[in-house]
Structure formats: structure tokens, C-alpha cells
């Protein structure tokens, strides 16, 4: 069959790509920006990517009309209270009507488990797409998910940040909140039975694990699970607002994804409504399995996408093509070169960067970066990256974003994420046994060209330093 994917670029959208090629699909992924989209060679014939902003009706005519069914695998759930409601529907009235005109048998939706009467603002926006996605005349087929738990989620980070670096937690009453949740290699399975199957044409369905649990035996038994002993006290004097500001502070997560995580777990999300086992009788595997699976992969290197792909704390618009061109007028610069006796291991230190590995000089100070960026509302360095050696364009680096990666030509070209006024690019090329270091800042006003040199003397120190580590370095 011909699979439309929107969403591919996404922590589940990268996933369901391969397992759809593997069913014998030809699948369509519907991306902003194709230069993100990485999958294996061995699957290239089978997949075709077409360009298509979701905000933009007109970019919805690139597609192919002649679907058999398409994937509505699009969230805004980095985006910030005020704005994600407004873009959430004007992107599923733009797919809603675009599928009037396609051949599509199908569209399948991945929500929210929303059973509460009361629900969260992001819950209520996932019911809302649904009723537009419906209004298309399409049959829908919605699964309703709770927490996802695998290598790379948001939920599995969070709960691993907590649990890792917190040994006594004072939390919030929210944390009583029961909730049912699923690994994701389970997701992306049902996600592929309800394809064209009867019973699931029109029908909305909750998925979960077989475990019920609150978020307190969450963390509890993810700690069991890694060996540490942990002691949490619940309190009701937690604001939702202050408990935001301890998720984000204490996690990798930003600022709008917490508030956003901390308003729907005041919801409980079991499983309520249709038999998803009526289409797919696999069982599904526990929590506890999950989360081993999930350090499985870890260990193994083999984290196929995470949470922090989505470009939800950029400032990019479809596009990474403009930031690729660093610009040359009105920016400061810092420029050092440096000859390299063994170009091979220099090019790996450059691709190792960041990280648990760390920025090679100085790391301290990149740590208080990282406290002083989280205080102002920025991502900080936690996010880490997605593996240790290999580096793709469109992946997080600590506060950075991977713009190019091409090793081939020996060129990383990093933009930073971090609160900054201006904007900041951080650049490593080879020329033959020269190794180039950059750094690139486009001061936003006076306030800008204040802080590039009022930390001017830091820069020097620690990018000359760091230039002469990265030559040096032997692990």
C-alpha cells in the first residue's frame, strides 16, 4: 500500500517509518525539512519524502493524492500554552482538508488518553484534532496513548532525571495520579495492526501496558529497576506554576513542556474506552520491561530517535538551509586555527564533542553555562545527545543544534539553542591538517554586543583551550 507519514521527522514517527517499509508499504513521509530525516540505505527505494509545512495550506499540494491511508502523527506539545492550540488546529484543518481530495481509505491519529471529564489543556486540544481529522470524511481510526516509555521518550528521560539525580524528592500531589503506561515498541505495533483493518475503520481506542500505576511507583520502580534507593514525599502546597518550574529545573525538559506535562497529570489516563485486543491480541510487555529495554538499547547505542528531535525551542522556519549560511555581516567573530598530527582521531574528537565526553576544556564553566541558561528559561546542557560518536543534522547537542554534519567533508556546524540576545553558531572544519574553529554571534542590539564582550575574555580562554584539546586529545 502507499502510506502517507506525517510527523516522520518525530520520536514515533521515525519509529513506525521503518516498521511500515518492513510490512511491504511504500510510504511518503511529509516532512518540513528533508535534510532531517535520516533512515537506513536499505530501505531508500521504498521510501519517497516530500516537502510540506503543515502551517501552510498551499505546501499540502506537493503531496500525492493517490494514499491509500495516512499517519497524523503531529503534536505541539513543546509549544508554549498560548500557542499550541491555535497551531494544532490549523495544522489538522490544513491536513482535514487536504484528505478530501486524496484517495486515502484511512487516517490514523495517535492522542491522548482523555477520559477525565475535567481534562488538561493539551488533552482537550488532542480531542479537538480529532474532531477536525474527522470532519475530513475520512475514516478515522484514533489510538489514545498515556506516558510512553522507551530509549529516547520524553516521559523516559524525565523519570530518568528525576530518579537519577534527585536521591530525596519532595514532589507534588500530582504524582497520586494513576496512569497506564506503554512501551513504545508496543505503540508503533498498534499503530501498524489498525492499518486497514475492519474493526478499527472509524473507531477510537485506548492503548496501554499492563501495569496501573501512579506516578510515585513510576519513579519507585524505575529506581528498583536501576538499583538506587529512593525516598519521595508528597505535598499538596505545590502550585501547578511552581510545580512546573521543578520539573523543568530538575529535567532536561523545557519550560512549556513541563507546564504542559504538570496540567495533564493532574488527569488520569487508564484505559477506558474500546478493545484494542479485539484487532491486536499480542500482550503487551510491562513497565518494569520496558524501562529494561530501554537501557538495552542505551548501552547498545541504538536509541533510533528521541524526544528532542522536534525543533520546538528554534528559531527555524522550514528550513535549516538559512542557518547553514553563517552570515558575514553585522556578526562578531572568534576564529583559531590549529595543525593536527592525526587528522582521523581530530575528526572524531570533533564528532565526540559534548556530551557525557564534554567540551574538552574547562568543562565547569560549560556546566554553569548550562545552570545560568536553565534560569532563564533555556534548555540547558542535559539534554545531552543522542549517541556518543555519530552526530546527524538535526540532532540536539547540549544547548546546541546539529545544523550540518557532514563528516565526509569534515565539517560540524553546531547553532546554539541556549538564551542568547543575538543568535550564535559554533563551526569545527578541516583544511588539510588544519583544524578551523569558529564561533559566529549576531548581536540582537546594544544588549547583544554588551554580552559578546563583556565575555569576550571567557571566550578566549576557553576556546583556545579547547581548540588545543580537541587537536591533542587521545582517549
Given at each position: 500500500?502507499?502510506?502517507?507519514?506525517?510527523?516522520?521527522?518525530?520520536?514515533?514517527?521515525?519509529?513506525?517509518?521503518?516498521?511500515?517499509?518492513?510490512?511491504?508499504?511504500?510510504?511518503?513521509?511529509?516532512?518540513?525539512?528533508?535534510?532531517?530525516?535520516?533512515?537506513?540505505?536499505?530501505?531508500?527505494?521504498?521510501?519517497?519524502?516530500?516537502?510540506?509545512?503543515?502551517?501552510?495550506?498551499?505546501?499540502?499540494?506537493?503531496?500525492?493524492?493517490?494514499?491509500?491511508?495516512?499517519?497524523?502523527?503531529?503534536?505541539?506539545?513543546?509549544?508554549?500554552?498560548?500557542?499550541?492550540?491555535?497551531?494544532?488546529?490549523?495544522?489538522?484543518?490544513?491536513?482535514?482538508?487536504?484528505?478530501?481530495?486524496?484517495?486515502?481509505?484511512?487516517?490514523?491519529?495517535?492522542?491522548?488518553?482523555?477520559?477525565?471529564?475535567?481534562?488538561?489543556?493539551?488533552?482537550?486540544?488532542?480531542?479537538?484534532?480529532?474532531?477536525?481529522?474527522?470532519?475530513?470524511?475520512?475514516?478515522?481510526?484514533?489510538?489514545?496513548?498515556?506516558?510512553?516509555?522507551?530509549?529516547?521518550?520524553?516521559?523516559?528521560?524525565?523519570?530518568?532525571?528525576?530518579?537519577?539525580?534527585?536521591?530525596?524528592?519532595?514532589?507534588?500531589?500530582?504524582?497520586?495520579?494513576?496512569?497506564?503506561?506503554?512501551?513504545?515498541?508496543?505503540?508503533?505495533?498498534?499503530?501498524?495492526?489498525?492499518?486497514?483493518?475492519?474493526?478499527?475503520?472509524?473507531?477510537?481506542?485506548?492503548?496501554?501496558?499492563?501495569?496501573?500505576?501512579?506516578?510515585?511507583?513510576?519513579?519507585?520502580?524505575?529506581?528498583?529497576i536501576r538499583g538506587y534507593r529512593r525516598y519521595i514525599i508528597t505535598i499538596p502546597v505545590l502550585t501547578p506554576q511552581l510545580s512546573s518550574y521543578w520539573l523543568y529545573f530538575v529535567t532536561a525538559t523545557s519550560f512549556p513542556l513541563a507546564k504542559a506535562l504538570v496540567d495533564s497529570m493532574k488527569n488520569e489516563v487508564v484505559c477506558a474506552v474500546g478493545n484494542i485486543t479485539d484487532i491486536d491480541a499480542t500482550p503487551c510487555i510491562s513497565y518494569d520491561e520496558a524501562i529494561r529495554r530501554a537501557f538495552t538499547r542505551i548501552e547498545q547505542n541504538e536509541v533510533m530517535s528521541s524526544w528532542t528531535d522536534a525543533l520546538s525551542n528554534t528559531p527555524f522556519g522550514p528550513e535549516f538551509k538559512e542557518y547553514v549560511q553563517i552570515p558575514e555581516f553585522g556578526c562578531l567573530t572568534d576564529e583559531?586555527?590549529?595543525?593536527?598530527?592525526?587528522?582521523?582521531?581530530?575528526?572524531?574528537?570533533?564528532?565526540?564533542?559534548?556530551?557525557?565526553?564534554?567540551?574538552?576544556?574547562?568543562?565547569?564553566?560549560?556546566?554553569?553555562?548550562?545552570?545560568?541558561?536553565?534560569?532563564?528559561?533555556?534548555?540547558?546542557?542535559?539534554?545531552?545527545?543522542?549517541?556518543?560518536?555519530?552526530?546527524?543534522?538535526?540532532?540536539?547537542?547540549?544547548?546546541?543544534?546539529?545544523?550540518?554534519?557532514?563528516?565526509?567533508?569534515?565539517?560540524?556546524?553546531?547553532?546554539?539553542?541556549?538564551?542568547?540576545?543575538?543568535?550564535?553558531?559554533?563551526?569545527?572544519?578541516?583544511?588539510?591538517?588544519?583544524?578551523?574553529?569558529?564561533?559566529?554571534?549576531?548581536?540582537?542590539?546594544?544588549?547583544?554586543?554588551?554580552?559578546?564582550?563583556?565575555?569576550?575574555?571567557?571566550?578566549?580562554?576557553?576556546?583556545?583551550?579547547?581548540?588545543?584539546?580537541?587537536?591533542?586529545?587521545?582517549?
Amino acid at each position: 500500500m502507499n502510506i502517507l507519514l506525517t510527523g516522520a521527522n518525530g520520536y514515533i514517527g521515525r519509529r513506525l517509518l521503518t516498521a511500515l517499509v518492513d510490512k511491504g508499504h511504500r510510504v511518503y513521509c511529509a516532512v518540513r525539512d528533508p535534510e532531517r530525516l535520516h533512515f537506513p540505505a536499505s530501505i531508500r527505494d521504498k521510501v519517497e519524502v516530500v516537502v510540506c509545512d503543515m502551517t501552510i495550506r498551499e505546501s499540502f499540494d506537493k503531496l500525492p493524492t493517490w494514499i491509500d491511508a495516512a499517519y497524523y502523527l503531529v503534536h505541539s506539545m513543546a509549544q508554549s500554552a498560548d500557542h499550541f492550540k491555535n497551531l494544532e488546529e490549523i495544522c489538522a484543518q490544513n491536513f482535514a482538508d487536504w484528505a478530501r481530495s486524496s484517495h486515502a481509505r484511512q487516517i490514523i491519529y495517535l492522542g491522548g488518553i482523555a477520559n477525565d471529564p475535567s481534562l488538561s489543556h493539551h488533552l482537550t486540544s488532542r480531542v479537538g484534532v480529532e474532531s477536525i481529522l474527522r470532519s475530513s470524511g475520512i475514516p478515522l481510526t484514533v489510538l489514545r496513548a498515556a506516558i510512553i516509555i522507551g530509549s529516547g521518550s520524553a516521559s523516559f528521560e524525565i523519570i530518568r532525571d528525576l530518579v537519577e539525580k534527585l536521591p530525596i524528592m519532595i514532589t507534588p500531589k500530582w504524582l497520586r495520579s494513576r496512569c497506564q503506561p506503554i512501551a513504545i515498541r508496543d505503540v508503533v505495533r498498534y499503530l501498524n495492526s489498525v492499518l486497514h483493518h475492519p474493526l478499527a475503520t472509524g473507531n477510537v481506542f485506548d492503548i496501554g501496558g499492563p501495569d496501573i500505576l501512579t506516578y510515585k511507583e513510576m519513579l519507585l520502580r524505575f529506581a528498583k529497576i536501576r538499583g538506587y534507593r529512593r525516598y519521595i514525599i508528597t505535598i499538596p502546597v505545590l502550585t501547578p506554576q511552581l510545580s512546573s518550574y521543578w520539573l523543568y529545573f530538575v529535567t532536561a525538559t523545557s519550560f512549556p513542556l513541563a507546564k504542559a506535562l504538570v496540567d495533564s497529570m493532574k488527569n488520569e489516563v487508564v484505559c477506558a474506552v474500546g478493545n484494542i485486543t479485539d484487532i491486536d491480541a499480542t500482550p503487551c510487555i510491562s513497565y518494569d520491561e520496558a524501562i529494561r529495554r530501554a537501557f538495552t538499547r542505551i548501552e547498545q547505542n541504538e536509541v533510533m530517535s528521541s524526544w528532542t528531535d522536534a525543533l520546538s525551542n528554534t528559531p527555524f522556519g522550514p528550513e535549516f538551509k538559512e542557518y547553514v549560511q553563517i552570515p558575514e555581516f553585522g556578526c562578531l567573530t572568534d576564529e583559531r586555527r590549529i595543525l593536527v598530527t592525526n587528522v582521523p582521531q581530530a575528526v572524531e574528537n570533533v564528532w565526540q564533542i559534548g556530551g557525557s565526553r564534554g567540551w574538552y576544556y574547562m568543562n565547569f564553566l560549560w556546566a554553569i553555562r548550562g545552570i545560568i541558561d536553565k534560569l532563564f528559561g533555556g534548555v540547558g546542557l542535559r539534554r545531552g545527545r543522542r549517541h556518543p560518536e555519530e552526530l546527524q543534522t538535526g540532532d540536539t547537542l547540549d544547548f546546541w543544534r546539529v545544523i550540518l554534519a557532514d563528516k565526509d567533508s569534515r565539517r560540524l556546524l553546531l547553532f546554539a539553542e541556549m538564551k542568547l540576545p543575538g543568535e550564535a553558531w559554533l563551526e569545527f572544519r578541516f583544511e588539510g591538517t588544519t583544524l578551523i574553529q569558529k564561533a559566529t554571534f549576531r548581536p540582537r542590539g546594544l544588549l547583544g554586543r554588551m554580552y559578546w564582550y563583556g565575555i569576550y575574555p571567557l571566550h578566549v580562554m576557553i576556546f583556545r583551550g579547547m581548540l588545543k584539546r580537541i587537536a591533542a586529545y587521545r582517549p
